[in-house]
């Protein structure tokens, strides 16, 4: 099941990435009108959907078909398509429901990936016994522990949410852990000889140059509980049409064959996850003030 | 970390202490492989002089550093700041490290009021008032807000310098701190540091590998032995204060430093010989 989604799903990537550069715009409205970067962006962009939109009418117009591309629906129909869910309850609540699970799933991650990767970085001991087996559940793909967190969780609303989750918290404890591991010792032997306690250097060193690793793995994380939870969701999936988040939506549009409205689903996608990334890196530019002078 | 320390250098006549180091050795390694880094080193620090500590690169004077500072121990012997023996990092020992050791993530104020404001043996107010005080001394009043790195390699060492000196330590370490800087920079540096320590007199170690600027600095030469570390000779250097850098010029620098060259020289040439040695064995 998840292997044809992804079938589909594959040759469209270049489509959900070059739109979701649009809400560029917003953030930084005027700075960014007026740079050669934001040209260059929409120019690429309309160049992108102008390519498309030939490829995928070119039978109709000489009756020779592009491969790949021509068997997908211009982008003028996608547009179509959009504009008729677009005022549907069940596409938003399909937003809805899926941003609430990646946000719960990630908040969670972050809540306790972050002290987590922290003990393991200051306490040997807490490192000697808890990084084993974390290393062993590591590498196990989010997606593995659908069944068992089935099992484990008594409504499958808490089992998307646990695999989400996972996704993002073995992201975030090992970019906490090397973080902090890679503080350079100059930093804490100053602020030791300038009489600072544990907790101080905990405090003042460790924590805020910590905090570049723990946007760069909080970004990572949540792009991981967008794919996870999408999968989730494809899994599981839902009451009726819209009812179970955008990957529910994608897969009963594929299954309903309207190849439109999936583009649609891939791209609200690529907005939902480049506006989460954007509040991601907004968060940390306020947060690292000096980080924003390189 | 050690509160305790804190409160001594306060004491007005803090510019007047002596460190000592008695027959210290450190080693390296496990009982498999040994390396003896630093064989029965003596030195003192005179008070209110600049001691300038040159030796052969790689021959443990950032080791020597690290244990003076308290952030490591010796396997023998001791170090006694003032008759009290050293056993941790503490703010009566001020090191300016090699590369830059300011916060990032603190602007070049908060770098200098850390120290003081962390321990709290003054008010805020009195801090900040120090802190503008000295940061204006070394020319960065206009550069308070910015962060570490906004400033340049020169002016990083002087914010580094004003944050040392606000902890108002008995000994100031310069660990190489002007290594890494174009040589205008340096220059530029070098004066200013010898119009600091003019000013102030207080007690002084100044590690180097650059002789020029090691007798530029010093009115001690202490130059060290090769691997396993100890010192190798002692050079008074008696060019008149204040210094400028026509004296390097003179027949008593160039007397000087072909002295130290000569020596150093022969250490080196014994590292070249353990290296060859030791990739013979190798093989």
């Known amino acids: 099941m998840t292997q044809a989604a992804q079938d589909t799903i594959a040759p469209h990537k270049p489509g959900s990435s070059g739109v979701s550069n649009t809400p560029k715009k917003r953030s930084k409205i005027l700075k960014a009108l007026s740079s050669d970067t934001f040209w260059r962006g929409v120019v690429s962009l309309i160049g992108f959907v102008v390519f498309w939109e030939i490829c995928s009418r070119m039978k109709q117009w000489t009756g020779v078909e592009v491969p790949w591309i021509g068997k997908v629906p211009p982008p003028t129909e996608v547009l179509e398509a959009w504009t008729e869910i677009f005022w549907l309850p069940g596409y938003w609540e399909s937003w809805y429901l899926s941003t609430g699970r990646v946000f719960a799933g990630f908040i969670a991650a972050m809540l306790l990936g972050i002290p987590f990767g922290l003990c393991l970085a200051v306490n ?26 089935i099992v484990f969780w008594p409504t499958t609303e808490l089992s998307i949410a646990f695999v989400t989750f996972l996704g993002a918290f073995f992201t975030i404890v090992i970019n906490v852990l090397g973080g902090a591991k890679s503080i350079d010792i100059r930093f804490l032997r100053a602020a030791q000889s300038m009489g600072a306690s544990q907790w101080d250097l905990f405090r003042k060193i460790i924590l805020p140059g910590t905090l570049p690793s723990i946007f760069t793995g909080a970004a990572v994380g949540m792009g991981i509980t967008w794919e996870v939870v999408l999968a989730g969701e494809m899994i599981s999936g839902g009451g009726q049409q819209g009812g179970g988040g955008l990957g529910f939506f994608i897969w009963s549009s594929y299954m309903g064959g309207t190849v439109a409205q999936v583009i649609v689903g891939m791209i609200s996608i690529g907005i939902a996850g480049y506006l989460s990334s954007s509040l991601i890196r907004y968060l940390g530019s306020i947060s690292m003030p000096w980080r924003r002078l390189f | 970390m050690n509160t305790q320390q804190t409160n001594q250098s306060n004491l007005p006549s803090d510019n007047k202490a002596t460190l000592e180091l008695r027959n210290i050795s450190r080693t390296f390694g496990d009982e498999w492989e040994r390396e003896e880094i630093i064989k029965d080193l003596s030195l003192t620090v005179n008070p209110s002089q600049l001691t300038v500590i ?59 009021v850390f120290g003081p404001n962390l321990r709290g043996d003054r008010t805020a107010e009195e801090v900040e008032a120090e802190a503008n005080r000295l940061l204006d001394k070394v020319g960065l009043a206009e550069f308070k807000e910015k962060y570490p790195i906004q400033l340049s390699g020169g002016m990083q060492r002087r914010a580094e310098l004003a944050r040392a000196m606000i902890n108002n330590p008995l000994v100031m370490i310069m660990d190489e701190p002007f290594r890494g800087l174009d040589a205008m920079s340096r220059e530029l540096m070098q004066e200013f540091f010898v119009r600091l320590f003019e000013e102030n007199q207080k007690t002084n170690l100044f590690v180097t590998s650059e002789i020029e600027e090691a007798i530029y600095l010093a009115d001690r030469l202490i130059i060290l032995s090769n691997r396993p570390t100890s010192v190798r000779s002692i050079i008074d250097i008696e060019l008149p204060r204040p210094r400028d850098f026509h004296m390097l010029s003179s027949p008593e620098a160039y007397e000087y430093k072909r002295e130290a060259m000569e020596i150093l020289h022969e250490e080196a040439m014994k590292s070249f010989h353990r290296e060859d040695n030791s990739s013979a064995a190798a093989e």
Not at chain 1, 124 to 149: G, K, N, Q, T
């Open chain 2, 54 to 112: 040159v030796g052969p690169s790689g021959c443990g004077k950032s080791t020597l550093v690290n244990l003076i500072a308290g952030f490591d121990r010796p396997d023998a012997g001791e170090i006694l700041l003032n008759s009290k023996k050293i056993t941790d990092p503490g703010n009566d020992r001020m090191v300016v490290f090699q590369e830059t050791a300011l916060i990032p993530w603190q602007t070049t104020l908060e770098n200098v």
């Open chain 1, 124 to 149: 040997r001991y807490f490192h000697d016994i808890f990084f084993p087996p974390f290393e062993v559940l590591r590498p196990i793909p989010p997606l593995a522990w659908v069944p068992a967190s």
